[in-house]
């Protein structure tokens, strides 16, 4: 075993700095890509199915829409040729590495798009299921840990969590997709460095395993587990430093829903870490072996496609640019307008402070918006209305009388005689002079940085409020960032006839009637005391989220995380993430060192 270790090593050290180029690079661009087809890909087909949320109870019926179909085929088809592409790179750098020969970032990036297109040609697609199951087994515990953190498939690992024999069932599973996959364990190289056809290929694969069965899986296995322990130890140690940040560099009362939100971070870019990591080494080990068990059958091995190049090398680093371009632009699209896959698959319950974090600073102004910034919500609910000059700016109530002590209505003063009022002080002195904000203002601070929820107060059905508010929201490309509600359905039907894109939420004082079936609601936002497992369910069926509003007891939030809410609106967005995301780990750890620095 250590001398697995040293030559997989070794092939890894020659080459490290331009594998590391392509891998991270292709990597991070291949998925702003892939992410961005998938979401497009979901919209489409909850559209054509009728829904504007995927959910546990209408996933069935989503995936066996006759849209869906081609969809998921697309989707899978580009996905596997994107492992393919990957898959060649690697074996193209690494079998350079066996004769010493260094590729550039750029060289394994063309050399692997050239292998990926010439097994298309040759309809070597059976090497294609044995990336993916490759893919599968190398990331199983890191696509466990993410699946988990996302809807309707945690409610479906957690159920399945329980029963028994469970356990026992995957692990069979697991070792049966093993024993398919090591007969083709080194197709690769038959297939993209040797020219050859699949079937060819998997007979010489075995051919080269006789004898060495048992220990080529314990040379796939003990790898894996060695990165799968250390990624375990890298997100322990991390978090160890970020809870000695926590208690040094974060306000106390935020010291808690910081790390939490922090750890979650941090697992992500481990896992993807981790990942990278094992793939990295799979294929090293793997053209070791190959290399080595095949040298004296095969003798020394052409690596590089022999046929007319895709890519020059005059305009190779041309196509480089652009698709690392494509790959910036989206991941920095995806963070600043969120996208319609995070926003239709909700990742556990969110967290939304009403009126923006209304306990702590004065609602529905810019301190408010940013007081929920600070205190990690994930969206802010505002309240809008138009000034007498037709500005669309923030107050819940229509008179000025309770937040700033004068009997002047929105609608009856300008916007410039708005900005004159100050709706701070009676929150307390600190705020003092602090003004209603126009919603372009808090739109362009929230933009990349926290969702909305605006609520359009009803003004009568001559006012064009609904039309307003979803041209600002075109206007700052947030239309993935934002959900319109009301408690007049007329209002919402506007906005959807302006917009189909936009999210909507029906606001209702109580549970009753047929409310979640109109075609024009995506969001039923209603008092949590209403909220039963019934409702959540019906709901869900129909394709809509719950948003349950206003959540601020502790035993309360418990049972809006049992029912399975997709947000609470509250005005303790703090209290709402500990309460929600508490874990023991984490917790505890907190605890632990706040002793020991005290």
């Not at 697991?174 to 079937?199: E, G, L, S, T, W």
């Not at 990295?280 to 046929?307: C, N, P």
Request: one cysteine or more.
């Amino acid at each position: 075993m250590r001398t697995l270790l040293r030559e997989t090593g070794q092939i890894i050290r020659f080459n490290l700095k331009n594998l590391l180029l392509f891998f991270i690079g292709y990597r991070l661009t291949a998925a702003a890509v892939y992410l961005r087809l998938l979401s497009a890909g979901m919209r489409f087909s909850l559209d054509r199915a009728g829904y504007g949320y995927l959910t546990l109870e209408n996933a069935g019926k989503v995936f066996l829409s006759p849209w869906t179909i081609p969809v998921v085929l697309v989707l899978s088809g580009t996905g596997l040729f994107f492992l393919m592409t990957e898959a060649g790179g690697l074996v193209a750098a690494y079998s350079a590495a066996v004769y010493s020969l260094r590729l550039s970032g750029l060289q394994i990036f063309t050399q692997g798009l050239q292998s990926a297109i010439q097994q298309v040609r040759r309809k070597n697609f059976g090497l294609f299921a044995v990336a993916l199951a490759d893919f599968l087994l190398m990331n199983l515990v890191y696509l466990y840990r993410a699946l988990t953190h996302i809807k309707p498939v945690d409610f479906v690992i957690e159920e399945m969590a329980g029963r028994p024999g469970i356990w026992g069932a995957v692990a069979l599973a697991v070792c049966a997709c093993v024993a398919a996959v090591i007969p083709a364990y080194f197709a690769f190289h038959q297939c993209m460095a040797d020219q050859k056809f699949y079937r060819d290929a998997r007979a010489g694969s075995v051919e080269m395993l006789k004898g060495r069965w048992l220990g080529t899986i314990v040379r796939v296995v003990f790898p894996q587990l060695l990165v799968i322990g250390a990624a375990w130890a890298l997100y322990r140690f991390l978090l160890v430093l970020m809870a000695v940040f926590t208690v040094f560099f974060v306000k106390r009362e935020l010291q808690l829903s910081f790390l939490i939100r922090a750890s979650s971070w941090t697992e992500w870019i481990v896992m993807a870490a981790a990942g990278m990591g094992a793939s990295l080494i799979f294929f090293a080990d793997l053209t070791v072996q190959y290399y080595k068990y095949g040298e004296s059958q095969i003798g020394r091995k052409h690596f590089f496609y022999t046929g007319e190049a895709l890519v020059s090398r005059k305009n190779g680093l041309a196509v480089l640019a652009v698709s690392g371009l494509i790959g910036g632009l989206g991941l920095i699209d995806g963070a600043l307008n969120g996208t319609f896959l995070s926003s239709s698959v909700v990742v556990q319950t969110e967290i939304t402070a009403h009126r923006g974090s209304s306990a702590s600073a004065p609602e529905n102004t810019m301190a408010a918006i940013e007081a929920a910034v600070e205190e990690m919500a994930d969206w802010a609910e505002i309240d809008v209305q138009e000034t007498g000059d037709g500005v669309v700016v923030l107050c819940h109530d229509t008179s000025l009388r309770r937040v700033a002590g004068i009997k002047s209505n929105i609608k009856d003063l300008t916007f410039e005689e708005i900005k004159e009022v100050d709706v701070g002080s009676w929150f307390g002195e600190e705020f003092a002079g602090e003004r209603i904000p126009a919603l372009a203002e808090v739109m362009e601070y929230a933009k990349g940085r926290l969702n909305l929820n605006i609520e359009l107060k009803y003004s009568g059905m001559n006012s064009m409020l609904p039309e307003k508010v979803q041209q600002l929201v075109a206007e700052y490309g947030m239309e993935d960032q934002c959900v319109i509600s009301c408690t007049n359905l007329n209002y919402l039907r506007r906005v959807k006839r302006a917009d189909p894109r936009i999210k909507t939420g029906y606001i209702i004082p109580a549970a009753y009637g047929d409310y979640y079936m109109d075609e024009d609601v995506d969001v039923i936002s209603i008092r949590s005391g209403f909220v039963t497992k019934g409702l959540v369910r019906a709901a869900h069926e129909a394709g809509k989220s719950v948003h349950a509003w206003t959540v601020n007891e502790k035993l309360e939030l418990e049972r809006m995380r049992v029912l399975m809410v997709d947000n609470v609106i509250t005005d303790m967005p703090v209290l709402a993430r500990e309460i929600l995301y508490r874990e023991e780990v984490t917790e505890s750890l907190l605890e632990y060192l706040k002793l020991i620095f005290q």
